[in-house]
């Protein structure tokens, strides 16, 4: 008995120190989210007068002009058409080649795996002059298409990597007898056996939609020529860098606010299947 009551607030120091730890975590990411989206909302005197003070009043001009004059509606626009193609490819050939290497056998099986889980070790920036010099040679310079096809190759590895060991959980028998049924290898990937993994897919999806979303590496690289294309994260860096000179901050505030928001709203309502997804890649 001694030993257990010994243990037992051992325990509880380590349960309230992760608590206290998280606690602070969470501060330290959701306050600097809420001052920023105060900030939208305040003039340029509020903001360095007093930066941890309401606004005086709600004012939607700042959003306004970030929305018309820095065009922050067009590069959300040509970022929700490049991650919506970009993840969807990504989502296709990434679940079909996963598929493929975790439930058959053949030769160059674990080469191929392996070659792909390389990709996870290497660094982006390495790549990004033969990048640009190979995608100008396929003359999808400065269009949405080269950039999506870059976004799928740069996502497969790790998307490769996570539904591989989700694919290889799932039982066999249910396969099998879809095969015995006459069902054709195609028709029980996508009938019988994507349905049994939606929740490491939807997982899956959303973290590339939450990658490919805050990239801007590549699209800096591969849409400099044309700013009519360019996606959130160029029009932002061109904005903070007006914000300087034009003296605008509101504006920039409100222009990272609409930025932030959309990447929370589909956090917020997919966290349970995140969760879920990646619990039951873990358990199984």
């Known amino acids: 008995m001694a030993a257990r009551d010994t243990g037992r607030p051992r325990f509880g120091v380590l349960s309230g120190l992760s608590h206290v730890a998280l606690a602070i975590w969470a501060l330290l990411i959701v306050l600097p989210l809420l001052w920023t989206f105060l900030a939208s909302f305040k003039t340029n005197t509020e903001i360095f007068g007093d930066p941890l003070q309401l606004p ?32 969807a490819g990504t989502m296709v050939f990434g679940s079909m080649a996963a598929y493929v290497l975790a439930r058959y056998q053949f030769v160059g099986n674990k080469l191929l795996y392996y070659y792909f889980v390389a990709g996870l070790a290497f660094p982006v920036f390495l790549a990004l002059g033969p990048l640009f010099f190979v995608v100008k040679q396929f003359g999808l310079l400065n ?11 740069y996502s ?14 799932l039982p066999d028998a249910v396969a099998e007898a879809a095969l015995i049924d006459g ?13 049994m993994a939606k929740p490491g897919l939807i997982s899956i999806t959303i973290f590339n939609v939450l990658g490919q979303w805050n990239q801007y590496l590549l699209p800096l690289v591969l849409l400099a020529g044309d700013p009519d294309k360019w996606v959130i994260t160029q029009g932002i860096a061109k904005i903070s860098t007006l914000a300087g000179y034009e003296a605008d901050w509101p504006g920039l505030f409100a222009a990272l606010s609409m930025t932030i928001l959309p990447v929370m709203i589909v956090y917020i309502i997919f966290q349970r299947q995140i969760q879920s997804g990646l619990s039951s890649g873990a358990l199984k």
């Open 183 to 195: 069902a054709s290898h195609t028709r029980t990937f996508f009938q019988i056996m994507v349905p």
């Open 156 to 169: 497969l590895p790790f998307t490769v990597f996570f539904l591989a060991a989700f694919f290889r959980t």
């Open 56 to 87: 005086g009043a709600v004012r939607f001009d700042a959003w306004g002009r970030a929305w018309d004059k820095a065009h922050i509606g067009q590069y959300m626009f040509n970022t929700v058409v490049v991650v919506f193609f970009g993840t």
């Open 143 to 153: 269009s949405h298409v080269g950039l999506v096809l870059v976004y799928i190759a």
